[in-house]
């Protein structure tokens, strides 16, 4: 059975075929995919594509993806999607991944629903650290981590190719027990 969360304004949910549309939106934005590692998409079959990819992650115990839905939403539409991926139960780490839809930027969303994936993460998941890899313009990124605790570890060189080019990124880890 998949988790369904909430925090004060969001649904966090499974996502669906019906959620398509609401991805394609998402990563055939430059503005969303320019920190990604992800080309922009071009067509809605790839969104597709990616609520299938997600569903077989958690199956398989690689990675949970849940749809951004506002409470409020009329119509259920999801203005993004937050998740584990390279999710490792056996060493009980994953890496939280995240994007939001630009007219739901500047509003505590992503800092709202990666508090509640991490809490998760670590009481339903006994996940021991959750990562974060990101890139090193992404200034917001870094904020929302920074912010709820996240600490940087360090710079991947040349970690992840967007449109061609080599980038660099900062690791970010934030432990269950951060005595350690």
Known sequence: ??????TERLILRELTEEDAADIFACFSNADVTRYYGQETLERLEQAAAFVELFARNYEEKRGIRWG???KDSPDNR????IGFNAWMPKHRRAEIGYELHPDHWHRGYATEAVSRIVAYGFDQLELARIGAVVFRENQA???VLTKLGFQQE??????IVQDGKSYDTHVYSILRYSSK
């Open 1 to 6: 059975m998949f988790p369904t969360l909430e």
């Open 78 to 81: 999801i203005m993004g999607t």
């Open 141 to 143: 990124s870094q904020t």
């Open 68 to 70: 951004i839905q506002l």
């Open 154 to 159: 360090g710079i991947l060189r040349d970690y």
